[in-house]
């Protein structure tokens, strides 16, 4: 059974870091893994990826300040976000896809304001 655990999420102003992880159980290989995030009154959208065996991809609108990384032997991903604006606020869902399917994390709540 695929269970997936998020942490990290948090309250920054305008600027500052923040670095989420998420660790999945349930699985034998290396799948995609990545978040995505739904901001209140908007559609759950892409915020990053990781394949395998290692190709990321980004929504254009974070590109060059959140990073994704995985350490394969943990089935852990992390999403370090650097540089954060209000519109970053939403809750963000990590994200596994399987077998055609997707699991997700319950989310975590990622707020920046002054």
């Known amino acids: 059974q695929v269970q997936i655990v998020e942490s990290g999420g948090g309250s920054v102003q305008p600027g500052g870091s923040l670095r989420l992880s998420c660790v999945a159980s349930?699985?034998?290989?290396?799948?995609?893994m990545g978040w995505y995030r739904q901001a209140a009154g908007k559609q759950r959208e892409l915020v990053a990826l990781i394949t395998s065996p290692t190709t990321t991809n980004y929504a254009d609108s974070v590109k060059g300040r959140f990073s994704l990384s995985r350490d394969g032997a943990k089935n852990t991903v992390y999403l370090q976000m650097n540089s954060l604006k209000p519109e970053d606020s939403a809750v963000y869902y990590c994200?596994?896809?399987?077998?055609?399917?997707?699991?997700w994390g319950q989310g975590t709540q990622v707020s920046v304001s002054s």
């Open positions: 994200n596994l896809k399987m077998f055609g399917r997707d699991f």
């Open positions: 349930g699985i034998t290989f290396r799948v995609t």
